[in-house]
């Protein structure tokens, strides 16, 4: 390096020194955002469940065996839950209560809420066989079923 090149660099790193100084300096947090960032940073998220077809189609025969429910009231308790179908959107839900009620498992019928028009999702006494015969984890099923059931689409 040339003697004009290095005094160059003396000299920015001269000028440099108060603006890094500075900004070593801690700065004060105040408590109350100390508090905040500390309750955050320990909060445990909950795992999103992904589920494949063979699992959903129990599960949402297990959950409307329990209470019928429309189909926006169904995916928002999934969605509460933190349960999603593997690889699909939401609509894929509706394509699967579809088929339950094509294959006869679930019944339907429209009724008026705040002004719409709901299709309710009711499972028959087919949907009730088909449960009872499924190879599905049980034991899951009733853990998964119980954290949809649990979600208030009201608000109350």
Do not use: C
Not at 76 to 87: R, S, T, V
């Amino acid at each position: 390096m040339s003697e004009d090149a290095k005094s160059r660099m003396e000299q920015m790193l001269r000028e440099a020194a108060p603006i890094l100084k500075q900004q070593d300096r801690a700065v004060a947090v105040p408590a109350h955002v100390l508090a905040k960032l500390q309750a955050a940073k320990e909060k445990k998220f909950p795992a999103i469940q992904i589920l494949t077809t063979k699992e959903m189609e129990p599960l949402l025969l297990k959950v409307l065996a329990k209470r019928s429910m429309d189909g926006v009231e169904l995916i928002l308790g999934l969605e509460k839950a933190h349960i999603q179908l593997k690889d699909a959107s939401e609509g894929v839900i509706y394509g699967l209560l579809s088929k339950l009620e094509s294959a006869g498992h679930l019944q339907t019928e429209w009724r008026e809420q705040g002004g719409r028009m709901m299709k309710i999702y009711r499972v028959t006494e087919a949907g009730r066989g088909l449960l009872q015969t499924s190879q599905a984890d049980a034991t899951q099923m009733d853990a998964w079923s119980a954290k949809i059931l649990a979600f208030d689409s009201t608000g109350a």
